[in-house]
Each structure stands twice: as structure tokens, then as C-alpha cells.
């Protein structure tokens, strides 16, 4: 038996001692579970949980005829302890196992991880990649004759502009026409933007454009000063690939965690009406939708989260470049409403947008520890929720059930 709330028990006991014999048939209380009937019959009184010793208490009073005004003493609610046990059980089973399945996911995660950086270094010892990269960024930072702030503007600001609407400008097209089918047939709501709202659209556009110039740019004035304190960043000399993997490991970790709670104090009704809300006009999102939001989001879920990581690691330019790049394409994808052959699956965030209150993250580990991926993890799209390997759009694969008829 698990410990009781002796202080509770025993004013119960005591309360009900003068006036309730000793002996009760186990037929007077048919709601005991089998523990308590045998402990019943055993005569083991002072060890009954509180849900046994309410039963047996209800069959005496009807034996005895307690008067009506008689109440025996009521925690909240019915099978009270035996409930906050199971409670406490079930909520202890599901951290660890969440605990074990996080475990699984890093320890996998990690030994992918070095078989990647031991291959990739063989590759690049053997290639001599490592020396053509260091040619090139040395010509580069002779012909900007060491600006530093030019080749930060150029680093930080210009390569992942181009990235992201390079990426963006291809499922425009796709957005607009409905061409070409290659793409079209990868839609992950079916009905939906086929083809997209044009003033819908032409207002994100402009929404876009004032947060990447009017926010996003600014952003990078105190960014650069961190950057340049740590005295790193410019070097002439590059990282190695190895300390690059190890960076982008930190910063979608980094991500992760300021994205996921920034992202859910975002839902809380008092910010959703006035902030996030914008966001969300979208249900059924495009690609270019990932940085549409209120200014005030924009800094604190959109921007921070990805420029945090290299700030805490002074990271180089190069470095820099490549994860501001990666992390506006790959919320791209996961606002493109396109499950793409090959690319990472947008299924988790696309139902985010289709439900609201369910996968807050990127990764989705932080959903899951917090319980808020529950809803999508028994739906078609958490089966989908892979990459694809193959041309079948999942979509065929694995369909949505009928709706039932009204």
C-alpha cells in the first residue's frame, strides 16, 4: 500500500469509531476493490485507504441508520488518495519516460553526430576541401580589404536574404500558378491556397519586407559589437568543419529552448489578441508566412532565438552566414504547406497552424516533454510527420480518414 495522509485517516477513524461496530459483511460494500475486501476480511481496519474506509462507512450507516444529517468526512472528490497515488504514479511514469525517450533521441542523436564528423573529415583531409574554403575566404576578405562591418553586413544580412527568398521565390510561383504540378501535388491542406489569395498575399510580402529592413537589419548593429568582442569572428583564419557541426548542434539546441517558450507565452490570450494573432491569420501557411508577425514577435520568437547562439560562442562570420541561411530556409519549409520529397517534414508545424494550441517547437522535443503534441501525435499527420523518400505524395499514402456524415 502507498503512504496515506495519516491526519486525514485518523480523524475519520476517530469520528466514526463511536458509532459504527466493529464487524461489516463485505455484500453491505459492493463498491471496494479486491485489496480492501481482503483487507476487510482480514480485519485490518486502521490500514484502509480513504476510498475503502468511505465505502465501508457508507454500508454502515445504512446498517446502523446513522442519522441524515450524519456526513462522513469528504476529501475532493471521489477515491480521493487512491486517485492522487495513481496520479502521481502515472506522472512520474511519464517523466521517465520521456526522460528515456529523450535519452534515446540525444545518445542516437549524438553518435550519428561523430560517425558524420568522422566521415565528413575523412572527406575533407582526403578532398583537401578544407584548403580550397580558406583560399576563397582569404581572396574574399583581401578584395573587402578587412571591413569588418561590410563583410558582417554581407555575412549576416545579404547571403540569407538571398537564401530565403531564392527558396521563398520558387514556392511563389508554385503559390501563385499552381504550377509546377511536381509541387503542387506535395500539398500538405488539400483545397487550400490553390491557388493563394493575392491580397493575402501582397500584404505578407509588405509585413516581410518592413520586419527584414526595419527590424531584422537594426538588429545586427548590437549583434556586430558582441561579434567583435570576442575577436573571432573576422579571423583570417577559418573554423574547421568539426567545430562547425559542433556549432550548429548548440544553436538548434539554443533555438529550440528560446523558440518553444517565447513561441507558447506567445498563446497566452492576453499576447495572442494583440501579437501573435497576426500570425496566425494564416491557418493553411505559404513558405514566405515564417517571418509574417508583429514586430514585437519578430525580435523576441523570430530573431533572438537564431542570433543567440552565435552571440554566446562568438562565432565566425562564415559560420554565421551559413546558420542564419539554414534557419530561414528550413522555417520555410516548415511554413511551405509542402511535404517535399527529400526536405524535412513541414507536418509538424503545419498542424500548429491548423489547431493552435499544439506543437509550439522546432524539433519537437520540447513538445513532447511538455505534453503538447499529444493531440497531433494520434492524427494522420504525425504519420506523415517523416521524410519522404519516394515521388507518392504522403498525402496518398497515408489519407486522412473519411468524414463522418452530419
Known amino acids: ?80 488518495a487512491a486517485r492522487a497515488y495513481s496520479c502521481c504514479f502515472s506522472q512520474g511514469k511519464k517523466l521517465s519516460d520521456a526522460l528515456r525517450i529523450s535519452a534515446y533521441v540525444f545518445s542516437t542523436g549524438l553518435l550519428m553526430f561523430t560517425a558524420l564528423v568522422n566521415s565528413c573529415s575523412w572527406f575533407m583531409q582526403n578532398i583537401n576541401l578544407g584548403n580550397f574554403w580558406q583560399t576563397v575566404w582569404l581572396d574574399f576578405y583581401d578584395y573587402m580589404e578587412g571591413d569588418e562591418w561590410t563583410i558582417f553586413l554581407i555575412g549576416a544580412a545579404l547571403v540569407p536574404a538571398l537564401a530565403f527568398w531564392g527558396f521563398n521565390g520558387i514556392l511563389l510561383v508554385a503559390d501563385i500558378t499552381g504550377k509546377p504540378t511536381f509541387i503542387t501535388r506535395y500539398r500538405i491542406q488539400l483545397g487550400k491556397n490553390d491557388p493563394v489569395d493575392t491580397k493575402k498575399l501582397c500584404k505578407a510580402i509588405y509585413t516581410v519586407l518592413g520586419n527584414q529592413f526595419f527590424i531584422s537589419f537594426p538588429m545586427l548593429v548590437p549583434m556586430f559589437y558582441i561579434m567583435k568582442w570576442w575577436d573571432n569572428t573576422f579571423s583570417k583564419e577559418l573554423p574547421t568543419f568539426q567545430w562547425f557541426l559542433v556549432e550548429l548542434s548548440i544553436f538548434t539546441v539554443v533555438e529550440e529552448i528560446l523558440f518553444y517558450y517565447t513561441h507558447r507565452l506567445g498563446h497566452h490570450p492576453v499576447l495572442y489578441k494583440h501579437i501573435h494573432k497576426k500570425h496566425h491569420e494564416w491557418t493553411a501557411p505559404i513558405g514566405l508566412v ?80 511538455h505534453g503538447t503534441d499529444k493531440m497531433f501525435r494520434q492524427t494522420k499527420a504525425f504519420e506523415r510527420h517523416k521524410i519522404l523518400l519516394g515521388l507518392t505524395p504522403l498525402s496518398e499514402s497515408i489519407p486522412e480518414p473519411p468524414k463522418k456524415a452530419e
Request: net charge positive; with cysteine.
Open 290 to 369: 515564417s517571418i509574417y508577425a508583429h514586430p514585437v514577435e519578430h525580435i523576441v520568437s523570430n530573431t533572438l532565438p537564431v542570433m543567440t547562439g552565435p552571440m554566446i560562442m562568438g562565432s565566425h562570420i562564415v559560420s554565421v552566414a551559413a546558420w542564419f541561411s539554414i534557419a530561414l530556409v528550413t522555417t520555410s519549409i516548415s511554413h511551405c504547406g509542402y511535404h517535399l520529397p527529400l526536405l524535412p517534414s513541414p507536418e509538424f508545424h503545419d498542424f500548429h497552424h491548423l489547431k493552435f494550441n499544439q506543437c509550439y517547437g522546432v524539433l519537437g522535443v520540447l513538445d513532447f516533454l
Open 1 to 80: 500500500m502507498p503512504d496515506k495522509n495519516k491526519e486525514g485517516k485518523k480523524s475519520v477513524v476517530l469520528s466514526l469509531s463511536l458509532v459504527i461496530p466493529k464487524k461489516i459483511h463485505i455484500s453491505h460494500a459492493p463498491g471496494l476493490c479486491k485489496h480492501d475486501r481482503w483487507m476487510i476480511t482480514h480485519n485490518i481496519p486502521q490500514q484502509l485507504c480513504y476510498c475503502a474506509l468511505q465505502s465501508v462507512c457508507e454500508a454502515k450507516q445504512a446498517i446502523t441508520g446513522l442519522p441524515a444529517s450524519f456526513q462522513i468526512p469528504k476529501m475532493p472528490g471521489r477515491h480521493t
